[in-house]
């Protein structure tokens, strides 16, 4: 009921798509009675979380902010939504997000913008920034987000909670609506790092509907004793002199590396020769598998048709031009252009080939290092509506979260304090599957 009357008192947020209100608290109600009844009830008995809106969950619409989604019912649950069901977590609502999950300002969406909690006037980052803003706005304990090549901890860090990305493939992506396949993760925003843990611990694991999910061992991640020994963090100097880093985010920086060291942690300062190539591979390779995963909303299967259609045709092109918005049409127009026959080598070619280059790279740093400690973005959260006609500025601000999602690195941004009254995050990354050693060493900062 608290979490509820949170989302009436903040509508004007617009955090949610949908909100499930009496579905909630009659399953809340259940738990309350199964309790007092002596029955054992699951890990997530009466956590409260909200999923974003590219999360399939039987029974419930799901449109992955998007027109052509808008009536869309999902048949089955997604793995990941299945297996906080089982354990009992309550289901609150959808979340806002960028259409298809491609934006870092939640403004991409067929519902309007989600709001700042911190400032209303300003994006709460994307493309999970309904997640992000329903954890800061106190409308549920902990949300479920995807991120692609950022999503998670950028509106994280513009929000002021944490935010986890995992390794690629610790969580199954079956039910998480595809943008970028060989990048998308499912992963949480919370008020601390026990919270994510734990979500982490109840959905990690294979799937036989996921093929990218390896048999490997889920630890007892919310069990992690904090890390008391000395860690070795490496950062990269020049990044800090950039001029593209705001002067917040920098003096915000210096002083997390002070603060560590402080704490009798290694800090050492690397180059990074790639970064000019970071941003160019990630919209290379993502628009790609995007214009490839978007030919299912054809019009005819399922999702939004046309009413003006005459033939097969014409339901294609009309159904597509009206059902997707301007950013998801650019995306799935550089994608085509990438992969067609002349441009592939040139474009998608190289671009994989770089892509092995970055993860061998930072790999290799990982080899000999704990962490790799980063700013999330380089700018604070923008007005809204400022950079709406500007979407290479877009995508050139993704430049430090994309780099953990091209090597398939987990990662989580961390609150840092405010400049003035917008909130500031820094991320750590940590080497495949270290996911218990990032997050007990984050429970100890
Ligand atoms: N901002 C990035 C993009 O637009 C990342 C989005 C995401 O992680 N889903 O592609």
Not at 349 to 364: C, F, P, S
């Amino acid at each position: 009921r608290q979490y509820l009357h949170a989302i009436d008192d903040q509508r004007y947020l617009n955090i949610y798509v949908e909100v499930y209100g009496d579905e909630a608290l009659a399953t809340a109600a259940r738990q309350d009675e199964a309790r007092s009844q002596g029955a054992g009830l699951g890990r997530l008995a009466g956590v409260v979380v909200s999923i974003k809106d590219v999360l399939c969950y039987a029974g419930h619409g799901v449109s992955a902010g998007s027109a052509m989604l808008e009536n869309f019912v999902s048949p089955y649950n997604a793995t990941a939504v299945q297996r906080l069901l089982d354990e009992d977590a309550i289901i609150i609502g959808r979340t806002n997000c960028d259409e298809f999950a491609m934006g870092s300002g939640n403004e991409n969406s067929h519902y309007g913008p989600t709001r700042n909690a911190a400032d209303v006037a300003r994006v709460p980052g994307g493309s999970s920034g309904g997640a992000a803003v329903s954890v800061q706005a106190g409308t549920c304990l902990v949300a479920v987000g995807s991120s692609t090549g950022g999503s998670v901890r950028q509106p994280a860090s513009f929000c002021g909670v944490y935010g986890f990305k995992p390794t690629y493939g610790r969580i199954s992506r079956h039910g998480l609506i595809a943008y970028g396949s060989s990048f998308d993760v499912v992963g949480f925003l919370g008020n601390n790092v026990e919270d994510i843990a734990l979500l982490l611990e109840v959905t990690a694991g294979a799937d036989g509907r996921d093929a990218t999910a390896p048999n490997k061992p889920v630890l007892p991640y919310s069990k992690t004793t904090t890390e008391p020994e000395q860690q070795s963090i490496v950062y990269f100097a020049d990044l800090l002199e950039s001029d593209a880093l705001d002067p917040a985010i920098k003096k915000s920086m210096q002083e997390t590396i002070e603060r560590l060291k402080d704490r009798g942690h290694t800090l050492t300062p690397a180059k990074f020769s790639y970064f000019d190539y970071v941003v160019p591979t990630y919209y290379v390779l993502t628009t790609a598998e995007a214009s490839s995963n978007l030919s299912r909303y054809d019009g005819m299967r399922y999702g939004y048709r046309s009413p003006e259609a005459t033939d097969l045709a014409d339901t294609y092109t009309k159904s597509r031009t009206e059902g997707f918005g301007v950013e998801v049409q650019r995306r799935i127009l550089l994608g085509t252009f990438v992969l067609s026959s002349g441009y592939y080598d040139a474009y998608y070619g190289k671009a994989q080939k770089v892509r092995r280059l970055i993860h061998d790279h930072l790999r290799g740093i990982l080899d000999a290092h704990d962490f790799i400690l980063m700013p999330v973005s380089p700018s604070l959260p923008w007005p809204v509506g400022e950079r709406l006609d500007d979407p290479v500025a877009n995508y050139l601000a993704d430049v430090y979260t994309v780099l953990a999602n091209l090597a398939g690195l987990p990662a989580i941004a961390i609150p840092a304090g405010t400049a003035g009254h917008l909130p500031v995050g820094f991320q750590l990354m940590a080497d495949q599957w270290e996911e218990s050693k990032l997050l007990s060493f984050v429970k100890g900062l």
